[in-house]
């Protein structure tokens, strides 16, 4: 590859790599690597952030942790157009602007409802995880699967992530 791909993962993606292991937790490490690029808004992280204290019982610190570790590799980019298409799921259209921004090569989404039934956006494929990791997994490096991210532990601290080939059952979060 002559660049690294531009990638915008949505906040189920990130999610499901923050809580379990699996290949939402593959894409993200590939973002974390460099071997891909990783692009946010503040919409995604507000609302990956919203979603981590309602559904997962995260307090402020941290998520405040989570999106510091995020911003350190990700780029984040402001959004200069407006995308209404999904009015059902107006966070999907977020995504959807975000990647417009990005000018991204992909969209990685677990959305089966709303983002991946559109195949693509303006170009811009909407691929499954296991559908990405698929795609990119014969230009990598071994070296790229053996991050880990911040969990966070039973009683709530924050702890290194287990390394992927771990196969600790985790918890699932179904799409929208």
């Avoid at 590859?1 to 593959?26: E, H, Q, W, Y």
Wanted: net charge positive.
């Amino acid at each position: 590859m002559n660049r690294p791909l531009r990638v915008v993962l949505d906040t189920n993606v990130l999610i499901s790599a923050i809580i379990a292991d699996g290949r939402p937790r593959r894409v993200l490490e590939l973002c974390r690597s460099g071997d891909t690029v990783l692009y946010l808004s503040d919409a995604i992280l507000a609302e990956l952030g919203e979603v981590m204290r309602r559904k997962f019982g995260w307090n402020s610190g941290q998520v405040s942790v989570l999106l510091n570790e995020l911003r350190a590799f990700a780029v984040t980019v402001t959004p200069g157009r407006r995308v209404t298409l999904i009015a059902c799921d107006p966070a999907d259209n977020r995504v959807l602007e975000c990647a417009l921004e990005a000018r991204a090569d992909v969209i990685v989404s677990g959305d089966t409802r709303h983002l991946q039934p559109l195949g693509s956006f303006e170009s811009m494929p909407i691929l499954s995880p296991t559908g990405f990791v698929a795609q990119v997994r014969g230009h990598l490096t071994s070296e790229v699967w053996t991050w880990g991210l911040m969990q966070p532990s039973r009683n709530g601290a924050l702890r290194p992530g287990r390394r992927p080939e771990s196969r600790s059952p985790g918890r699932w979060l179904p799409a929208c």
